[in-house]
């Protein structure tokens, strides 16, 4: 989640604006962000348009998406 948080960080959010955006508790975003649990769906989708980031460009690290989107 990497990205996540340096989306967050570079738009100048804490996690709990973040969790107030996707309705959901503090500790819930926390664990989310650190990896402890999942984003649903719904949440990846809120953060996309929040970050106007693709799914896949926030959630799978670099090489991932660089290999899925070059092959």
Request: glycine share 2%.
């Given at each position: 989640?990497?990205?996540?948080?340096?989306?967050?960080?570079?738009?100048?959010?804490?996690?709990?604006?973040?969790?107030?955006?996707?309705?959901?508790?503090e500790?819930?975003?926390?664990?989310?962000?650190?990896?402890?649990t999942?984003?649903?769906?719904?949440?990846?989708?809120?953060?996309?348009?929040?970050?106007?980031?693709?799914?896949?460009?926030?959630?799978?690290?670099?090489?991932?998406?660089?290999?899925?989107?070059?092959?």
């Open positions: 989640m990497r990205n996540l948080k340096a989306l967050r960080v570079k738009y100048g959010l804490t996690q709990a604006d973040m969790a107030k955006k996707l309705e959901i508790s500790v819930a975003y926390r664990n989310k962000e650190n990896g402890y999942q984003f649903t769906l719904n949440e990846a989708r809120k953060i996309s348009k929040i970050f106007k980031e693709t799914i896949e460009a926030i959630f799978f690290e670099n090489e991932v998406y660089t290999k899925e989107t070059t092959a």
